[in-house]
């Protein structure tokens, strides 16, 4: 038997047994596996001819502004704290079966996180979890989708339009804080527009469950390119070396009602994410990070967080 007809038998075997890689999110192109060979638009344009499924989106997307137009009228309107509050967990309360909603039959689908990936070696056991979505705006004129490229990309390369605005409804909801920080993790406020030349070194806080929040030190890039004759763009977000740097302990943020609340950090040293949209409404993120343990609880809430920042991107392409 030949020594290539061998290698060709064994290599599989091999593979089985090779040390584990920690992901990284490289998505500069259609989630080829999630579409099951089919483009975006054929994915999400058979969903959508689906009248039942389509039906129940509508309806949980019609609850969750419902409720959040009522939020910004109290707000406006200057009513008290109790009823905004009241209020604002209405929203809270419409956000989680929209979500579901839409990642089953709106235009944003998830791939499943499956199980964690664990290296072995140094000071502790690393565990890394991945989650991986996409979204097809649902729009066909050319005009309107390079309106909503710009605007998406516009706001995807400024620091300021990322941490939640609860008194607005602007920004991503499940980011609570990202602003640059200098070599020695002081915060730099008047950074806003990231320079397209060189990495912005920043500060990231997620609200977690309950009163807390996960935290990392992100080197933050972007590229624009042409490709098929479509503009694209990339955020790529890689963990920056942590050594010496101090993460804050808590992180404070405001309700809708201005009520000042405070998470608990938590901080994860290996973190990298990339945001990807182009020109014809397709967009995609991908985070993934070490938490250090296997968790069902991470896997749920890790699905939750990117449907979030999905459902923010598509308001931001098309508001």
Known sequence: MSRLLLLVLFLPLFSAFADPVAPTCTPDSEDSSLFQGQSARDFFNARAADATCAQRYQQAKSAYDDARAQLKQLVTSGASASDIDAQESQVDTARTPFLEAMADCGPCAAQPIGDPIEITGGDRTQ???????SCQLPISDRAQLSQAYERLSDALTRISQYPRQANTGTGFHPILALYAVDSAGRRLPD????PSDRATRAFLAIQGPLVTAFTSLLDVTYQTFERNGLRQLTVHEEEAPSDGFRPPRTISYLTA???RKVAIGTFLPRTN????????GYLRYCLSAD????????ESFGRSILLDLLSGAVEKATP
Do not use: A, P
Not at 191 to 194: E, P, T, W
Not at 273 to 280: A, E, V
Not at 291 to 298: A, E, M, N, P
């Open 127 to 133: 565990v890394w979890y991945q989650v991986n979505g």
């Open 191 to 194: 950074v806003d527009k990231l």
């Open 257 to 259: 009602s201005g009520k």
């Open 273 to 280: 994410g990339q945001w990807y949209l182009n020109d014809d």
């Open 291 to 298: 938490f250090g343990l296997r968790s069902q609880f991470v």
